[in-house]
């Protein structure tokens, strides 16, 4: 039996979930209201999948809705457990732009920078002096996993208890079949989600002005003080490839953002958020396509043909 609760942090937190834990289930005491979004603004579905002319080879699930609308045009596995890899990281956003100040300096300690093997990171070194706006910058164009790591430290004050910030806020939000272990989304066999709980994340953080912004930036110029007080200059890239060419946007369509993520276990994901030729905006997302250059063709395809 394992009991949680949230500690540590700077900001006021919610009330914390009683949780105990037996096998693969878990079941949770919530001491707080449901948010009002439970009630309207959502698009529900069974779990029938709903799919037409166009199924997308070697994916683990996708999904298109109309949020506008609470319409469902695709659902394919919506409920399956996958592994988010840096999709992850829409919540770690979401959760900064909620207990944090974007002007608020920070110091970039020595774990924080220190990140697994082969992720990809921002290059904040031990020492340097950064604000919370630089941290989600880098978050969310280059999706380092330093910058994750620093968002954890600087709301939690660890990134144990962020994550166990990031479960609580998970399941307020409804995503009650997933579950996080780190701020990035670095494989871990207990580092989970499905393509619903995303969405459920993804439209949560939407409602931020930043999150939105910083999610359509297809680059960004920025600058900051390393520990001996020189400037340090980078240039930041998006790596959304609708971004940056290396994907046709589909006719008629306009990408207003996303978050990417791939890693072996996870394969490439994508969340984005678009506008139609009706000016109808549509969230799609897609989990586990087989390469890069696969996935944003099958995700040009979906828009194509349901959104």
């Given at each position: 039996m394992?009991?949680?609760?949230?500690?540590?942090?700077?900001k006021?937190?919610p009330?914390?979930?009683?949780v105990?834990?037996?096998g693969?289930?878990?079941?949770m005491?919530?001491q707080i209201?449901q948010?009002?979004?439970?009630?309207?603004?959502?698009?529900?579905?069974g779990?029938?999948?709903?799919t037409g002319?166009?199924i997308p080879d070697?994916?683990?699930?996708?999904?298109?809705f109309?949020?506008?609308?609470?319409k469902?045009e695709?659902?394919?596995?919506?409920?399956?457990?996958?592994y988010?890899?840096?999709?992850?990281?829409?919540?770690t956003?979401y959760?900064a732009?909620?207990y944090?100040?974007l002007?608020?300096?920070?110091?970039?300690?020595?774990?924080a920078?220190?990140?697994p093997?082969?992720?990809?990171?921002c290059?904040?070194?031990?020492?340097d002096?950064?604000?919370?706006?630089d941290?989600?910058?880098?978050?969310?164009?280059?999706?380092?996993?330093?910058a994750?790591n620093?968002i954890?430290e600087?709301?939690?004050g660890s990134?144990?208890?962020?994550c166990?910030l990031?479960n609580?806020?998970a399941?307020?939000?409804?995503?009650?079949?997933s579950?996080?272990?780190n701020?990035?989304?670095?494989?871990a066999?207990?580092?989970?989600?499905?393509?619903?709980d995303?969405?459920l994340?993804?439209q949560?953080a939407?409602?931020?002005d930043t999150?939105?912004q910083?999610?359509a930036?297809k680059?960004?110029d920025v600058s900051?003080?390393?520990?001996?007080?020189?400037?340090?200059n980078?240039?930041?890239e998006?790596t959304n490839?609708?971004y940056?060419?290396e994907a046709?946007?589909?006719?008629?369509f306009?990408?207003l953002?996303g978050?990417?993520?791939?890693?072996?276990s996870s394969?490439?994901c994508l969340?984005?958020?678009?506008k139609?030729?009706?000016?109808?905006?549509v969230?799609?997302?897609?989990?586990?396509?087989a390469?890069?250059?696969?996935?944003?063709q099958?995700?040009s395809r979906?828009l194509?043909v349901?959104g």
């Amino acid at each position: 039996m394992a009991f949680f609760t949230a500690c540590g942090s700077s900001k006021d937190l919610p009330d914390a979930y009683e949780v105990y834990e037996k096998g693969d289930d878990t079941e949770m005491s919530m001491q707080i209201e449901q948010p009002d979004f439970f009630a309207k603004g959502l698009c529900v579905g069974g779990t029938e999948n709903v799919t037409g002319e166009y199924i997308p080879d070697d994916i683990a699930s996708a999904l298109v809705f109309l949020p506008d609308e609470e319409k469902i045009e695709y659902a394919e596995n919506i409920y399956d457990k996958v592994y988010p890899a840096s999709t992850t990281k829409i919540l770690t956003a979401y959760l900064a732009l909620k207990y944090g100040n974007l002007d608020d300096p920070i110091t970039v300690s020595s774990t924080a920078a220190s990140v697994p093997a082969e992720s990809s990171v921002c290059g904040f070194k031990a020492g340097d002096q950064i604000t919370l706006y630089d941290a989600l910058s880098g978050l969310m164009l280059m999706s380092g996993n330093d910058a994750a790591n620093v968002i954890a430290e600087y709301v939690s004050g660890s990134n144990s208890d962020f994550c166990v910030l990031m479960n609580q806020e998970a399941r307020l939000l409804g995503a009650t079949h997933s579950h996080f272990v780190n701020p990035h989304g670095y494989p871990a066999d207990d580092h989970y989600t499905t393509a619903y709980d995303l969405y459920l994340i993804f439209q949560a953080a939407l409602k931020d002005d930043t999150f939105r912004q910083l999610m359509a930036e297809k680059e960004m110029d920025v600058s900051y003080q390393n520990a001996a007080g020189e400037t340090v200059n980078a240039k930041w890239e998006s790596t959304n490839h609708y971004y940056t060419g290396e994907a046709e946007i589909p006719s008629g369509f306009e990408i207003l953002g996303g978050k990417t993520g791939s890693s072996n276990s996870s394969g490439f994901c994508l969340v984005l958020y678009s506008k139609d030729q009706e000016n109808r905006p549509v969230i799609s997302i897609i989990m586990r396509s087989a390469s890069k250059e696969i996935l944003y063709q099958q995700m040009s395809r979906l828009l194509s043909v349901y959104g």
